[in-house]
């Protein structure tokens, strides 16, 4: 009974003590939103056109551009010095146009059928910062509260190893304080 009471204080001291140190639950909320496609009519030649540049929207010249659906690429294009490209490709449909490590998911719309919202041609942003899938939302203060979950719980391991210790030290002064 004594052993289980040390045990759940030892377990509520490292919840507060981590939680009092900024480690916050990671919910689905905080998860990456999916991308969202691009509505890009294709033009009268049956292209996907677009324009290249980095972060600070520099147009980005010599660039390799590439069309693909799933693992498949379907056509590559060069920027040019204004950092334009054209893909070759006729049918409407979801596509990704990458470049490099970047890319972006785009519905391409033949003109008779696109949307009012769609736009003449794509812009595709490299360079900038990279977006990295399953982060644990921990910053500093965060890794402040692993480290004391970590301390709390090596501390509950301490208290269960000598827990036994201590109820024997328990009886024994019970013992003498019944004896005569």
């Known amino acids: 009974m004594k052993l289980s009471r040390l045990a759940m204080l030892v377990a509520a001291f490292a919840a507060w003590f981590g939680s009092s140190l900024g480690v916050q639950p990671v919910t689905a909320a905080d998860a990456p939103k999916a991308a969202a496609a691009v509505d890009i009519v294709l033009t009268e030649k049956g292209t996907l056109s677009g324009i290249l540049v980095d972060a600070q929207g520099k147009p980005l010249p010599a660039k390799k551009v590439v069309l693909s659906q799933g693992k498949k690429e379907l056509a590559t294009a060069t920027t040019d010095t204004k950092g334009k490209f054209e893909l070759k490709t ?4 979801v596509y990704q146009v990458s470049s490099g490590n970047q890319g972006a998911l785009v519905r391409a719309w033949s003109a008779e059928t696109a949307p009012n919202s769609a736009k003449k041609q794509a812009l595709l942003v490299t360079g900038g910062p990279r977006v990295v899938r399953a982060q644990t939302g921990m910053d500093a203060s965060g ?21 036994d210790k201590v109820n024997d030290l328990e009886k024994q002064l019970e013992q003498q304080q019944n004896s005569p």
């Not at 006729?90 to 449909?93: A, F, L, V």
């Not at 090596?154 to 827990?163: F, R, S």
């Open 90 to 93: 006729e049918k409407s449909g």
């Open 143 to 163: 890794a402040l509260g692993v480290i004391g979950l970590a301390a709390g719980g090596a501390g509950l391991g301490l208290a269960i190893a000598n827990a």
